[in-house]
């Protein structure tokens, strides 16, 4: 019965190629553990919140995919001909039903399932990861569209080809189970090797620390050709320690900072309820209630930051701080540094791993 806690990865930056491994693509998209009873299907999120209203085109498709008694772990994905759109995804949690129904027609998302839980009276937790996917795969009906098997493979080489070549498809990765694994709740029990890289960007401005004794995220910014100052978001994850030293760091940059800042209006409205945008203060319904405020810096300072991929113009998840640039000067953090990787078709992807 939910809730149900997903079990997760450990981030390593090398493949893992130990004997009894199995590989799998890390889809970008919503983690989402279904749960079926009967007529009864609830899709359940990685930190409790119900999807169910967001997803209604699922419900059905699900229904005729999965046994009638059963918990699935998976993932919620909207596919297009460029790959997997995030922002779609991100774009059906959405508080108004007509909007969800709307959208629902317009970008139907996907289901790609890759862990059984629970089939009939039987609870798999403790049942080895080989056998768990050998069930999933008998009970799994993936002739319907936007209903599907993660594909699967024990060859490391292969995975690797997956890594490189598919992650213009929008494929976040690679993960690698051990054969043997139970499903551990909310425990780092898997691999995951994720696409990173980094990037030289302006420091901006910085938000302070929930705690309020330090420094919480760097507010990045990459200029384009026109010489516009973007924000594409942030750095943070930082310890305790350096949260309070980069305090120190910061506050010679933050005298006059107004002055001639690029982001001076955005200063100005940023404690706006109303603000809305990609202004690092503007509010979106997944930040709402959340404050947003931020502080102003000279534009002097360049960090290098790890990120994982670009989406929109903007850093598809938070990058970490690698270090402080004195070095380089602001005007040279553009764009053009950014590396730019193909469109892959997942149709390609799909019709050669069943190959395998």
């Known amino acids: 019965m939910p809730p ?55 419900l059905d498709l699900l229904a005729d995919a999965l046994p009638p008694r059963c918990v699935v772990d998976g993932e919620i994905v909207v596919v297009t001909e460029e790959g997997l759109d995030f922002d779609a995804l991100q774009n059906r949690l959405h508080p108004a039903a007509s909007r969800v129904r709307k959208l629902a027609h317009e970008t139907p998302a996907s289901f790609v399932a890759f862990d059984v839980l629970a089939l009939d009276d039987r609870d798999l937790t403790g049942t080895p990861f080989a056998q768990r996917r050998g069930l999933l795969q008998d009970v ?17 080489d292969v995975a690797e ?61 990459l200029y384009d050709d026109e010489g516009t100052l973007h924000h594409v978001g942030v750095a943070s994850s930082f310890t305790a320690a350096r949260r309070r030293e980069l305090v120190d760091e910061l506050a010679p940059l933050r005298e006059n900072a107004l002055a001639h800042h690029p982001w001076r209006e955005w200063a100005d409205t940023a ?45 598809r998840h938070g990058g970490r701080l690698v270090r402080f640039r004195p070095d380089r000067t602001p005007d040279s953090c553009t764009y053009a540094q950014l590396d730019e990787v193909p469109p892959a078709e997942l149709r390609a992807f799909f019709d050669e791993v069943g190959t395998r």
């Open 271 to 315: 404690r706006d309820p109303a603000a809305t945008g990609r202004m690092p203060g503007g509010q979106s319904r997944w930040s709402a209630g959340k404050d947003l405020s931020w502080e102003p810096v000279r534009i002097e300072l360049v960090a290098e930051v790890r990120y994982e991929h670009v989406q929109a113009g903007r850093f």
């Open 161 to 221: 080809d997956w890594f490189t070549r598919f992650e213009g498809a929008g494929f976040d990765g690679v993960m690698a189970k051990d054969r043997t694994l139970p499903y551990q709740q909310d425990k780092r029990a898997m691999w995951k090797v994720k696409h990173e890289r980094t990037a030289d960007c302006v420091v901006a401005g910085f938000r302070w620390h929930k705690d309020g004794q330090g420094v919480g995220s760097l507010l990045l910014g």
């Open 140 to 156: 799994l009906d993936t002739a319907l569209s936007r209903v599907h098997l993660t594909p699967l493979t024990d060859d490391p």
């Open 4 to 58: 149900v806690r997903p079990m997760l990865a450990t981030l390593v930056r090398d493949l893992p190629r130990s004997p009894g491994l199995y590989y799998e693509p890390k889809w970008d998209g919503f983690r989402c553990i279904v749960f079926r009873d009967g007529d009864e299907i609830e899709l359940g999120s990685r930190n409790d919140r119900p999807l169910t209203r967001y997803f209604p085109e699922l």
